[in-house]
Nanobody, 118 residues
């Protein structure tokens, strides 16, 4: 069993930046896909970004050009650099890990709140 712990959430003004970290309790080398999801109030959870072990990345259209996902297997950590934040980015952000393609995820974190003020 692997535990994922998100860090780095908080309150930031529009236009600002935050970097989220997801630290795994064990090695993430065996996970082909690592991802970040978010759930805004009153909305369904949505995929924000995904990174595969080969390096391929996918982003939601709403964050392309502003967010960057990366992984450091040596540190068992996945990052989400968020720039030019907008109020509509306000949500709980969740980390996820999957040994497959990153469609049905094996493990989830508890989430971290990101609030962007206007």
């Amino acid at each position: 069993q692997v535990q994922l712990v998100e860090r780095g959430g908080g309150l930031v003004q529009a236009g600002g930046s935050l970097r989220l970290s997801c630290v795994a309790s064990g090695s993430i080398v065996s996970f082909n896909a690592m991802g970040w999801y978010r759930r805004a109030p009153g909305k369904q959870r949505e995929l924000v970004a995904r990174i595969l072990s080969a390096g391929r990345t996918d982003y939601a259209d709403s964050v392309k050009g502003r967010f960057t996902i990366s992984r450091d297997n040596a540190k068992n950590t996945v990052y989400l650099q968020m720039n030019s934040l907008k109020p509509e980015d306000t949500a709980v952000y969740y980390c996820a890990a999957d040994r497959g393609a990153g469609v049905v995820w094996d493990y989830w974190g508890q989430g971290t709140q990101v609030t962007v003020s206007s």
